[in-house]
């Protein structure tokens, strides 16, 4: 019990740095990704995969990051929110759009949302809003009632669609 | 006057303030989101601190029970563990916490962890530091507590029957507060009334807002300075201060708060005083930081809940023509294991004794207990939405038992717009408002009359359509005298916010303010006001994020919670700004060699108004200040510093404690929320169709972010409705103690929410803004009113805030039981 | 909380009653059980670990058979710890003729104490059956070497 039990190497790319880690069996990847990686914006909100607040991309798919050990991660591609926007200041489409139409309050969800957001609109340029109320299930926010993170969605599609067109 | 450290305090009240406009009124997106998108906002679970060891509570898993022994040698014994502390240890290391309850539950002694006893499910009972937080966790396993498990009691009326087992010996029972209050005269309206409506029991549920980040600190007390450091995301820190203070022997000024962003707070994270204190007694004992991050179960057994509140024998006296005089009940409100913040819900809740209507007559007769459950905590809409939930229900049942049209006898008994400011039974003076209009706009909203339709035709269909009415008020900008009703010998009084505005070294315009947002935009409306009265852009003003008692300044109230920010907050901002203003003029003036009424600031320059070319920018002023300032005039260099700091005071007295009577809140946002559901005859479902809330909250300063405010507590007031309680067991166990089971709303359980919105600018405040941002729980009536509205002749009346789908099928079917219906109707 | 059920197993009562009134039988019967020692013929302690999402958890148990009519009738009573969570579970199982088979009817009470009250509530029942069938189904399985003991 003073141990932490096996450790393993895990080979893995996180926002298009590769990884090679040595890792404890048990640690989920939302500590390595907070604690090991130091990546700060994944958040965690609750015990039991409910709320989102630990959503990331793994190999395409948004995933709840602790819903998953850091091994079960070995040969994947993770992205973070810090992989949206130019460097340190810049905010991609997604992220302007919950800006101009305040998706936002605390910030806590917001991570994980606009990475919802992302994957969505990645597999449904068009979302109606009762498809993109079904894809936020799986994100709770406490702060806005959920109002204004469907218009940004609904935005930043537009944006999109403009954009392509 | 000025200080010796070169800051100029102000105090009192503003002036409104004519030069708002440029920049207050607009929808400025908000400067905090560039980082909050990014995953650059750093949460207290986001900071560290070299040597730093983790925290894990051990916790009671009894509802009550005396702890026999605690044995950590175990859990000490392994390699990586720093400390431990048992409540046996806490016992010593603190006094108990001041209580705010008079005698006997002011005798009550609480501490931070449980000593000797435990009394809630949850409750810390020990904690362990180790190196890492899975090792804390694995060690506590390791920590042997022997309990002896005591009877439970969990109903918060029977608690203070003689054979229910009592949770605090010192003070002989589970009453922690009783008062009557009474105003006009309730025996004669009950006995000159037409009709008298009677009511057995309505139940406002237990809930909380669970911010979507939990409780958490990183504590440092350092033995060299003797300063404990509190990095965590209360936010009533200087509450905490002044609790945690006297507690642990330290002074305020031996006491650093700070934090940044806030995942949340809806006055849950108010009391974590008590976790503060327990790390901060740890920390000395390890001589090492400690981090705690509270995990979701903890959160929702052992952080704090909303107030319950069960109310019996209501009685209403009604005239023929729909007045409604008043009512009269017994309220009882189980405020859990421990008191914290309580007992000031009961007093808090007089802030609206009417609600939105004229009535006269009042009798509360106002019971506060104590159970085996989590301790309440000051939850959005704090003791207010039990009591304006009650009101609600007796309108809609008066309304439905007498024939009257719901709508109809709202406008009748609704405060009138002309009769504001109105003064109600208690002395309190609603500012502005105009209920009869939202309520218009409301029905409007949800296409009234095609909701109607669409309910006859859906008769036989096997889902019956209900259209819900519900007004409230969110009362904001307290005065703290009221706590004077509930125990006359509190030292409190009145409100403040402090601000502190100044240029910086080169002119960069800094605002610092005492408040610790969690969402609420502050950085931004503090930038916007600044800027207008600076006459700049709010791209040039920086507000200092978060809290920082060290850099930022402070009084005794500061903090973020209550609805209050656009008055108090503002208004300090408003009055720093304008006092730096006038010294700005006054130098520029100076350096420009004319009168200060020639002076005219814009975009970060001072100049001529006459001569818009000979400017001087602020730089110029903040240099000529601060590095160069031989070149003035001796007398004017010794009124000036750039560094004015302003507190607001609203203008309130000490209420009185013989009478219950007082000003005790300055403004008064409303609201008037209107739904149209659907009720699935076979399984009770409930699904909201279309939902409407109308807002008046004076003037906005930022009209996006009071939006987002309103869509927020509406999503709170229909998860609370529909989808979140707390269900306590027979033992005190917490059913759902996990976000599994405790259905935190999501983004298909809250319909789309139609806004609208009526502007009644408060006369009170410096800007014309009313405070807002808990709302008045709305939803929660509204949508009780709908469901009361769909279901068939005869069913027992909605007696519950909380209505799941198990709750409406037991309504739908009893009108066909033709039991009791909850309700009686005696009329002359 | 209260769970029962019901089983109709292809033995003999006798056979099943080898497993159910003997510590050793019974423990190894019951399915992620790991046996610790064995007190006297009524009393044993033993370790559970059931599945949860990602791993296991372990739950320390001490078992005693209370009550027993050999062939027809046996209370078990058992409590136990998983870290801070509290467990306390009293099963009584009766058994009856069925032709060859035998009907077994049981009845379980079960307080649990902890955050384990909110995360088993829904999946206790499940365990609990899968525990008592996996008891039976043991006792269905004995060889003619085994009976009898």
Same mark, same amino acid.
């Given at each position: 019990?003073?141990?932490?039990?096996?450790?393993?190497?895990?080979?893995?790319?996180?926002?298009?740095?590769?990884?090679?880690?040595?890792?404890?069996?048990?640690?989920?990847?939302?500590?390595?990704?907070?604690?090991?990686?130091?990546?700060?914006?994944?958040?965690?909100?609750?015990?039991?995969?409910?709320?989102?607040?630990?959503?990331?991309?793994?190999?395409?798919?948004?995933?709840?990051?602790?819903?998953?050990?850091?091994?079960?991660?070995?040969?994947?591609?993770?992205?973070?929110?810090?992989?949206?926007?130019?460097?340190?200041?810049?905010?991609?489409?997604?992220?302007?759009?919950?800006?101009?139409?305040?998706?936002?309050?605390?910030?806590?969800?917001?991570?994980?949302?606009?990475?919802?957001?992302?994957?969505?609109?990645?597999?449904?340029?068009?979302?109606?809003?009762?498809?993109?109320?079904?894809?936020?299930?799986?994100?709770?926010?406490?702060?806005?009632?959920?109002?204004?993170?469907?218009?940004?969605?609904?935005?930043?599609?537009?944006?999109?669609?403009?954009?392509?067109? | 006057?000025?200080?010796?450290?070169?800051?100029?305090?102000?105090?009192?009240?503003?002036?409104?303030?004519?030069?708002? +406009?440029?920049?207050?009124?607009?929808?400025?997106?908000?400067?905090?989101?560039?980082?909050?998108?990014?995953?650059?906002?750093?949460?207290?679970?986001?900071?560290?601190?070299?040597?730093?060891?983790?925290?894990?509570?051990?916790?009671?898993? /009894?509802?009550?029970?005396?702890?026999?022994?605690?044995?950590?040698?175990?859990?000490?014994?392994?390699?990586?563990?720093?400390?431990?502390?048992?409540?046996?240890?806490?016992?010593?290391?603190?006094?108990?916490?001041?209580?705010?309850?008079?005698?006997?539950?002011?005798?009550?002694?609480?501490?931070?962890?449980?000593?000797?006893?435990?009394?809630?499910?949850?409750?810390?009972?020990?904690?362990?530091?180790?190196?890492?937080?899975?090792?804390?966790?694995?060690?506590?396993?390791?920590?042997?507590?022997?309990?002896?498990?005591?009877?439970?009691?969990?109903?918060?009326?029977?608690?203070?029957?003689?054979?229910?087992?009592?949770?605090?010996?010192?003070?002989?029972?589970?009453?922690?507060?009783?008062?009557?209050?009474?105003?006009?005269?309730?025996?004669?309206?009950?006995?000159?009334?037409?009709?008298?409506?009677?009511?057995?029991?309505? /139940?406002?549920?237990?809930?909380?807002?669970?911010?979507?980040?939990?409780?958490?600190?990183?504590?440092?007390?350092?033995?060299?300075?003797?300063?404990?450091?509190?990095?965590?995301?209360?936010?009533?820190?200087?509450?905490?201060?002044?609790?945690?203070?006297?507690?642990?022997?330290?002074?305020?000024?031996?006491?650093?708060?700070?934090?940044?962003?806030?995942?949340?707070?809806?006055?849950?994270?108010?009391?974590?005083?008590?976790?503060?204190?327990?790390?901060?007694?740890?920390?000395?004992?390890?001589?090492?930081?400690?981090?705690?991050?509270?995990?979701?179960?903890?959160?929702?057994?052992?952080?704090?809940?909303?107030?319950?509140?069960?109310?019996?024998?209501?009685?209403?006296?009604?005239?023929?023509?729909?007045?409604?005089?008043?009512?009269?009940?017994?309220?009882?409100?189980?405020?859990?294991?421990?008191?914290?913040?309580?007992?000031?819900?009961?007093?808090?809740?007089?802030?609206?004794?009417?609600?939105?209507?004229?009535?006269? /007559?009042?009798?509360?007769?106002?019971?506060?207990?104590?159970?085996?459950?989590?301790?309440?905590?000051?939850?959005?809409?704090?003791?207010?939405?039990?009591?304006?939930?009650?009101?609600?229900?007796?309108?809609?049942?008066?309304?439905?038992?007498?024939?009257?049209?719901?709508?109809?006898?709202?406008?009748?008994?609704?405060?009138?717009?002309?009769?504001?400011?109105?003064?109600?039974?208690?002395?309190?003076?609603?500012?502005?408002?105009?209920?009869?209009?939202?309520?218009?706009?409301?029905?409007?909203?949800?296409?009234?009359?095609?909701?109607?339709?669409?309910?006859?035709?859906?008769?036989?269909?096997?889902?019956?359509?209900?259209?819900?009415?519900?007004?409230?008020?969110?009362?904001?900008?307290?005065?703290?005298?009221?706590?004077?009703?509930?125990?006359?010998?509190?030292?409190?009084?009145?409100?403040?916010?402090?601000?502190?505005?100044?240029?910086?070294?080169?002119?960069?315009?800094?605002?610092?303010?005492?408040?610790?947002?969690?969402?609420?935009?502050?950085?931004?409306?503090?930038?916007?006001?600044?800027?207008?009265?600076?006459?700049?852009?709010?791209?040039?003003?920086?507000?200092?994020?978060?809290?920082?008692?060290?850099?930022?300044?402070?009084?005794?109230?500061?903090?973020?919670?209550?609805?209050?920010?656009?008055?108090?907050?503002?208004?300090?901002?408003? +009055?720093?700004?304008?006092?730096?203003?006038?010294?700005?003029?006054?130098?520029?003036?100076?350096?420009?060699?004319?009168?200060?009424?020639?002076?005219?600031?814009?975009?970060?320059?001072?100049?001529?108004?006459?001569?818009?070319?000979?400017?001087?920018?602020?730089?110029?002023?903040?240099?000529?200040?601060?590095?160069?300032?031989?070149?003035?005039?001796?007398?004017?260099?010794?009124?000036?510093?750039?560094?004015?700091?302003?507190?607001?005071?609203?203008?309130?007295?000490?209420?009185?404690?013989?009478?219950?009577?007082?000003?005790?809140?300055?403004?008064?946002?409303?609201?008037? /929320?209107?739904?149209?559901?659907?009720?699935?005859?076979?399984?009770?479902?409930?699904?909201?169709?279309?939902?409407?809330?109308?807002?008046?909250?004076?003037?906005?300063?930022?009209?996006?972010?009071?939006?987002?405010?309103?869509?927020?507590?509406?999503?709170?007031?229909?998860?609370?409705?529909?989808?979140?309680?707390?269900?306590?067991?027979?033992?005190?166990?917490?059913?759902?103690?996990?976000?599994?089971?405790?259905?935190?709303?999501?983004?298909?359980?809250?319909?789309?929410?139609?806004?609208?919105?009526?502007?009644?600018?408060?006369?009170?405040?410096?800007?014309?803004?009313?405070?807002?941002?808990?709302?008045?729980?709305?939803?929660?009536?509204?949508?009780?009113?709908?469901?009361?509205?769909?279901?068939?002749?005869?069913?027992?009346?909605?007696?519950?805030?909380?209505?799941?789908?198990?709750?409406?099928?037991?309504?739908?079917?009893?009108?066909?039981?033709?039991?009791?219906?909850?309700?009686?109707?005696?009329?002359? | 909380?209260?769970?029962?059920?019901?089983?109709?197993?292809?033995?003999?009562?006798?056979?099943?009653?080898?497993?159910?009134?003997?510590?050793?039988?019974?423990?190894?019967?019951?399915?992620?059980?790991?046996?610790?020692?064995?007190?006297?013929?009524?009393?044993?302690?033993?370790?559970?670990?059931?599945?949860?999402?990602?791993?296991?958890?372990?739950?320390?148990?001490?078992?005693?058979?209370?009550?027993?009519?050999?062939?027809?009738?046996?209370?078990?009573?058992?409590?136990?710890?998983?870290?801070?969570?509290?467990?306390?579970?009293?099963?009584?199982?009766?058994?009856?003729?069925?032709?060859?088979?035998?009907?077994?009817?049981?009845?379980?009470?079960?307080?649990?104490?902890?955050?384990?009250?909110?995360?088993?509530?829904?999946?206790?029942?499940?365990?609990?059956?899968?525990?008592?069938?996996?008891?039976?189904?043991?006792?269905?399985?004995?060889?003619?070497?085994?009976?009898?003991?």
């Amino acid at each position: 019990m003073a141990t932490e039990g096996a450790v393993h190497m895990v080979d893995l790319k996180v926002n298009g740095v590769a990884h090679s880690v040595a890792v404890p069996a048990r640690r989920l990847l939302v500590h390595f990704i907070r604690e090991t990686l130091g990546l700060r914006g994944t958040h965690i909100g609750c015990d039991t995969g409910n709320c989102g607040a630990c959503s990331v991309i793994c190999d395409g798919q948004l995933i709840k990051s602790c819903m998953m050990l850091a091994v079960g991660a070995d040969g994947c591609e993770i992205e973070t929110i810090e992989s949206l926007g130019e460097g340190a200041d810049g905010l991609d489409p997604i992220q302007e759009a919950f800006r101009e139409h305040h998706g936002l309050q605390c910030g806590y969800c917001t991570p994980g949302i606009v990475l919802n957001a992302k994957t969505l609109l990645a597999e449904n340029p068009h979302p109606t809003e009762a498809e993109i109320r079904r894809a936020l299930k799986g994100n709770i926010c406490r702060c806005t009632g959920y109002v204004n993170i469907v218009r940004s969605i609904e935005a930043a599609a537009e944006a999109q669609g403009s954009v392509r067109a | 006057m000025s200080t010796p450290s070169g800051e100029t305090t102000y105090y009192g009240e503003v002036e409104q303030s004519e030069r708002l +406009g440029a920049w207050s009124g607009k929808s400025v997106p908000r400067k905090e989101d560039k980082r909050l998108l990014k995953g650059q906002g750093a949460f207290v679970d986001d900071l560290w601190m070299h040597r730093q060891g983790h925290v894990h509570f051990v916790r009671s898993p /009894h509802a009550h029970a005396r702890i026999i022994s605690i044995e950590v040698s175990r859990a000490e014994a392994v390699p990586g563990v720093y400390a431990t502390l048992t409540g046996e240890e806490v016992g010593e290391l603190q006094q108990p916490f001041f209580q705010m309850a008079p005698e006997p539950a002011g005798l009550m002694r609480d501490y931070c962890m449980a000593v000797g006893k435990a009394r809630y499910m949850g409750e810390p009972v020990a904690a362990v530091l180790a190196e890492s937080a899975e090792l804390a966790r694995d060690a506590a396993a390791l920590i042997e507590v022997v309990y002896e498990p005591l009877e439970v009691i969990v109903d918060g009326i029977a608690t203070i029957e003689r054979q229910a087992p009592v949770l605090h010996e010192e003070i002989g029972s589970n009453v922690a507060w009783h008062g009557v209050y009474d105003y006009g005269d309730v025996d004669w309206a009950l006995e000159h009334a037409d009709h008298v409506v009677r009511i057995d029991r309505l /139940h406002f549920h237990r809930f909380s807002s669970t911010p979507l980040e939990t409780t958490g600190a990183l504590v440092n007390w350092d033995p060299g300075t003797g300063v404990v450091e509190f990095r965590s995301n209360n936010q009533m820190p200087m509450f905490a201060a002044m609790f945690i203070g006297p507690a642990i022997g330290l002074g305020i000024d031996h006491m650093q708060f700070s934090s940044q962003d806030i995942g949340g707070g809806f006055g849950i994270k108010i009391t974590s005083y008590t976790y503060l204190t327990a790390l901060a007694l740890l920390s000395r004992k390890a001589g090492r930081p400690v981090k705690w991050s509270e995990s979701r179960w903890e959160h929702l057994a052992a952080s704090a809940h909303g107030n319950e509140r069960t109310f019996l024998d209501i009685e209403v006296p009604v005239m023929s023509d729909g007045t409604i005089l008043g009512f009269k009940v017994r309220a009882f409100d189980d405020a859990g294991a421990y008191l914290r913040y309580e007992p000031l819900g009961a007093v808090i809740w007089s802030q609206v004794v009417p609600g939105n209507y004229r009535f006269k /007559h009042i009798r509360v007769d106002y019971t506060e207990t104590l159970t085996n459950k989590c301790p309440v905590g000051p939850n959005r809409g704090y003791s207010r939405l039990q009591h304006l939930w009650l009101i609600e229900r007796i309108v809609d049942i008066v309304a439905k038992e007498l024939g009257f049209d719901r709508v109809a006898l709202r406008k009748l008994n609704y405060v009138q717009p002309e009769e504001f400011p109105y003064e109600t039974p208690n002395g309190c003076v609603y500012d502005s408002g105009d209920y009869p209009a939202m309520l218009e706009q409301a029905l409007e909203l949800i296409d009234y009359e095609g909701a109607r339709a669409r309910q006859l035709a859906g008769a036989g269909s096997g889902k019956r359509i209900g259209i819900g009415i519900g007004s409230t008020l969110d009362s904001g900008t307290n005065n703290f005298g009221q706590s004077r009703i509930i125990n006359s010998a509190l030292p409190f009084s009145g409100n403040g916010e402090a601000a502190v505005v100044r240029l910086d070294l080169y002119g960069e315009i800094t605002v610092t303010i005492g408040t610790s947002p969690q969402g609420q935009g502050h950085e931004t409306t503090a930038a916007q006001v600044t800027a207008d009265i600076l006459g700049c852009s709010p791209d040039l003003v920086h507000v200092v994020a978060g809290y920082n008692k060290a850099a930022n300044t402070y009084v005794g109230f500061s903090g973020t919670y209550a609805s209050q920010f656009a008055v108090t907050g503002l208004g300090a901002v408003m +009055g720093a700004a304008e006092r730096l203003r006038g010294e700005i003029v006054k130098v520029g003036a100076c350096m420009l060699g004319a009168e200060e009424s020639d002076i005219e600031l814009a975009d970060g320059f001072v100049r001529l108004a006459a001569n818009p070319e000979a400017a001087i920018p602020f730089i110029g002023i903040a240099a000529t200040v601060f590095a160069n300032v031989a070149e003035l005039p001796g007398e004017l260099a010794d009124s000036v510093t750039l560094n004015c700091r302003y507190v607001y005071r609203p203008p309130f007295t000490v209420p009185d404690h013989e009478t219950k009577r007082g000003k005790l809140t300055l403004t008064y946002a409303s609201q008037v /929320h209107a739904a149209v559901v659907e009720l699935d005859e076979e399984t009770g479902q409930v699904t909201i169709l279309d939902y409407a809330a109308v807002d008046e909250c004076g003037r906005k300063v930022n009209p996006k972010i009071v939006e987002g405010q309103v869509h927020g507590a509406t999503g709170h007031g229909i998860g609370a409705a529909l989808y979140e309680t707390f269900e306590y067991d027979s033992d005190g166990q917490l059913l759902n103690s996990t976000f599994g089971d405790y259905h935190a709303a999501t983004s298909l359980d809250v319909p789309h929410i139609a806004t609208g919105e009526v502007e009644c600018p408060s006369p009170f405040t410096p800007n014309g803004a009313k405070g807002m941002g808990e709302g008045g729980g709305a939803p929660l009536s509204t949508i009780a009113s709908a469901i009361e509205d769909a279901l068939p002749p005869g069913a027992h009346v909605v007696y519950d805030s909380h209505n799941n789908a198990e709750r409406v099928y037991e309504l739908l079917r009893s009108a066909a039981a033709a039991g009791p219906r909850g309700v009686e109707v005696i009329s002359r | 909380m209260i769970v029962s059920g019901q089983a109709s197993v292809p033995a003999p009562r006798e056979q099943l009653w080898a497993v159910l009134s003997d510590p050793a039988a019974l423990a190894q019967a019951l399915p992620r059980v790991d046996l610790v020692s064995i007190e006297d013929g009524h009393r044993f302690s033993a370790v559970a670990r059931p599945v949860t999402a990602l791993g296991e958890t372990s739950v320390a148990l001490d078992f005693e058979i209370v009550e027993q009519r050999p062939g027809e009738y046996v209370r078990i009573v058992a409590s136990g710890r998983s870290g801070e969570n509290l467990l306390a579970l009293s099963i009584a199982l009766e058994l009856a003729d069925d032709g060859e088979r035998t009907a077994a009817s049981w009845r379980a009470e079960i307080a649990l104490r902890g955050v384990l009250s909110s995360l088993l509530q829904r999946g206790i029942g499940e365990l609990l059956r899968d525990q008592v069938e996996s008891v039976l189904a043991a006792g269905a399985a004995l060889s003619g070497a085994d009976r009898g003991r």
